[in-house]
């Protein structure tokens, strides 16, 4: 159980043996470590209820709880009172007891829930660019993630590879093998070209889709075709039968209408348009309730901010399918602009067109493009510099991550000494603090796999080797003394362990030499 978790629990059957009944409390990783490594906001809960101020509860909880957290198995974790928070300081003993368990940072919670998580999903007709990378590591990094700390998750990649657009591309095909102009709303790229030779240009496209993913370190479970499973089995009819039948539906100006209002949605959608064709929003609501139907009862989508205003719709769609029993998630994902030499890319300098995903591989690597893809939150536009990426320095993330692993890759082979913990080694104050930030690395996962933010593991990397270079800086590790030597040898051969584990949560390899 995490560290963490085991005080939240212990204080929560404090207050109820107290019979002091509050809501909406918690325990936060204060930003001044200084403080305490842990601190709860209890006692300014507790003040209307007990008619005092915040600090007085503060001091009369701290000085009775040490002893009641020893009774409860909680040895080794100071409590003391700070401007109305109660502060947990861990103590050194019980961090290495907690830092050297085998499954430290694996399967750190259980849940019952099937999750599928679905992202990418571009549309087959053309190479995947920077923006579908960015989907691309986001979600695959969030799947490693989740499923790295307990939950049950799978992959997917939906292939919409029916309606307009799929038309539009085949007749582009056709009119470049005929030497004809270009249909209205076609598509002019050169890799259309590339597909007048292809029996099956839509497959070849995917081919070409799934494989720079391959190459890009994403790897899906399944690629549900849009056109095979949903339309060709009758799947959207029955999804629409289903809430016609449910009383959900009307009839206006020859078009079939979804009460998606009665769902919290601004405006009744149309399923069946005049002319008898199925909207994509009835594809994706079919599509959906299959999901719930193979078993999973949470879905998780990630989706360009251009689709905000289409979450709403497809909630109620579920919702009247499922009957409430399936949560849709949506995280939208803003775009990527691409810098070089200070100034914005828009254009390939090979083709004139759109920058693909595989040409920003092929410049700085992929372990660059991916550290770089996740670095910010998914809800933030992201700029990103080419030139930086391809830097070998301190000021380039990736590269400076990765050198710590490489570092102290390299100190360990080295070394005479086997990393082995001393507990009871008095610690410099850079080592305690190296020792902490360890400590709350499966704080940091927890909270990376349920806010849905892989981001946050890219910056406890970047914090972690920063740590690690100032400690190196001040503690020499191959030392005469054979305990300091070994002592420190083992906290360093953690923080490798858990920068090779971030790494791999993000796709990108830990070096052992640079």
Known sequence: ML????????????????????AGWSIDIPKDRANGDYAANICFLLSKLLRKAPHQIADDISNEIDTYFSKNDLKGVDVS??????????????????????????????????????????????????????????????????????????T????????????????????????????????????????VDST????????????????????????YSEKKNLHETKEVEKAITKIEKEGLCYKKDNALFFKTTDFGDDKDRVLIK?????????????????KYKRGYNRLINIWGADHHGYIKRVEAGLKAVTGKNAVLEVLLGQLVTLYREGKEVRMSKRTGEMITLNEVMTEIGVDATRFYLVLKSADIHLDFDLDLAKKQSNDNPVFYVQYAHARISSIIRKSEYKPTFHPKEELKEQELKLIKYILSFED??????????????????????????????????NVDDK?????????INKVKDIISIGLTLLGVSAPENM
């Open 200 to 223: 099956d240009p839509i497959e070849k496209i995917r081919l070409s889709q799934e494989k720079t993913l391959k190459e890009f370190h994403v790897v899906f479970d399944d690629w």
């Open 444 to 477: 940091e996962l927890l909270l990376s796999a349920q806010k849905r933010e892989p981001h946050r593991i890219a910056n406890y990397l970047l914090e972690l080797a920063n740590l690690f270079h100032s400690f190196y800086h001040v503690c020499k590790v």
């Open 3 to 22: 560290l963490k978790e085991k005080i939240k629990r212990c204080l929560a059957k404090y207050l109820q043996e107290k019979d002091w009944t509050i």
């Open 483 to 491: 305990k300091i030597a070994e002592n420190r040898l083992a906290i």
């Open 274 to 290: 005049e002319n008898g064709l199925y909207t994509y929003f009835a594809a994706d609501i079919a599509y959906h309730y299959l």
């Open 81 to 154: 009172a700070l401007r109305g928070f109660i502060n947990f300081s861990i103590q050194t003993e019980l961090c290495y007891e907690y830092i050297s368990q085998e499954t430290f940072s694996q399967n750190i919670i259980k849940s019952d829930e099937k999750i599928l998580l679905e992202y990418v999903s571009a549309n087959p007709t053309g190479p995947l660019h920077i923006g579908h990378g960015r989907w691309a590591a986001l979600g695959d990094s969030l799947a490693r993630i989740l499923k790295h700390v307990g939950y049950q998750v799978a």
């Open 156 to 195: 997917e990649y939906y292939i919409n590879d029916a309606g307009n657009q799929i038309n539009n591309l085949l007749k582009s095909v056709e009119a470049v093998r005929n030497n004809k102009p270009l249909p209205t709303d076609g598509y002019a790229g050169d890799y259309v070209k590339d597909l």
